[in-house]
């Protein structure tokens, strides 16, 4: 059973748009959410979190929004950029039950179109 | 942010042999580190969970004595594919977890290719 689900295999934005790149949990145990970004043959990224108590998270080009009634979370890319192009991860983990333990989601293919 | 290496990035063997890779936390000390196994097109699964100076924590239908697991060091963590067949071939990635809890600092990853 999947945890963390993001239901966009890919996604192609126009350079300088915004990319909005999906992601749905199940756990209502999960109270911290990561993004990653990775290119191929390389190991993920860190880029930007949220805390459960956040419903907003923004870092530069890069904003999180997160929505907890509905298990959603959100990564903004404003304005994109081609070097934006990679598999972007959404991960949660839950202090509470499991420390440290991250579930990655099955990852998004942004390609930003110059 | 910090560094984690692994070594080596890619490799190549034989069916039935053994290969080691390793993890290590360039510039702080990992009380806890992260394998990671990531098939084609798909998300990273955790294997499991390292700790410095005790036995690993492997997630459900991971074989401990396939996957042989060392954290001998702060710094150090190995993962030895024992007995490696072709459907091992996979990209195995490590991370190391710094002070803050769920701040993960992730290797580069490791190509294994099992002929």
């Known amino acids: 059973d999947q945890q963390v689900k993001q239901n966009s295999p890919s996604l192609s934005v126009q350079e300088g748009r915004i990319s909005i790149l999906n992601c749905d949990y199940t756990n209502s145990m999960f109270d911290y959410f990561l993004w990653y970004k990775k290119y191929p043959a390389e190991g993920p990224t860190f880029l930007i979190s949220?805390?459960?108590?956040?419903d907003k998270n923004e870092d530069g080009r890069f904003t999180v929004f997160l929505n907890k009634s509905a298990k959603h979370l959100s990564l903004h890319i404003v304005p994109s950029q081609p070097g934006d192009s990679a598999v972007y991860f959404c991960a949660a983990s839950a202090f509470e039950t499991s420390y440290d333990k991250v579930i990655f989601g099955p990852g998004t293919s942004l390609s930003v179109i110059p | 942010g910090a560094v984690v290496s692994q070594h080596p990035s890619r490799v190549i063997c034989k069916s039935g042999t053994s290969v080691k890779i390793e993890c290590r936390s360039l510039d702080f000390q990992a009380t806890t580190m992260f394998w990671y196994r990531q098939f084609p097109k798909q998300s990273l699964m955790l294997m499991a969970t390292?700790?410095?100076?005790?036995?690993?924590?492997?997630e459900q239908g991971v074989e401990k004595d396939k996957f042989l697991i060392n954290h001998a060091s702060l710094t150090l963590s190995t993962l030895t594919v024992t007995s490696a067949h072709p459907e091992d071939s996979s990209f195995y990635i490590c991370?190391?977890?710094?002070?803050?809890?769920?701040?993960?600092?992730f290797g580069p990853g490791t190509r294994l290719t099992v002929l």
């Open positions: 991370s190391a977890r710094n002070s803050n809890y769920n701040e993960q600092f």
């Open positions: 949220i805390s459960s108590i956040k």
């Open positions: 390292s700790n410095e100076g005790s036995k690993a924590t492997y």
